[in-house]
């Protein structure tokens, strides 16, 4: 129970970057994320690995907390696996935008 929680959060901070920039009004042309729509599956993988480098940068702006923390996560099992699925699941949601790149 406690991983679900955790990565509900995790999920929801993710897109909060998103939502408060669509609020916000932002010019398409001006933000990191105009679309979700790629030409091919590789392209939706990069770009849900970018969406989830984003929101980690994000939601914690400052490097050197990031640098310092790095070793914790880098060699647990768990948040190894917390973090693919946090990939999976903006892949996921691009792969839905682009139908599947069912022509």
Known sequence: MKYKS??????????????????????????????????????????????SRTSVKTIQPDVEVLKKLRPAYAHDPDSLIAATHVVAVNFRTIAEANNYWRD
């Open 6 to 51: 955790s990565l509900l959060l995790i999920v929801t901070l993710l897109f909060a970057p998103v939502l408060q920039a669509q609020e916000a009004g932002t010019d398409d042309e001006a933000s990191w994320l105009p679309s979700l729509i790629t030409a091919t599956p590789e392209e939706g993988f990069e770009l849900a690995v970018k969406m």
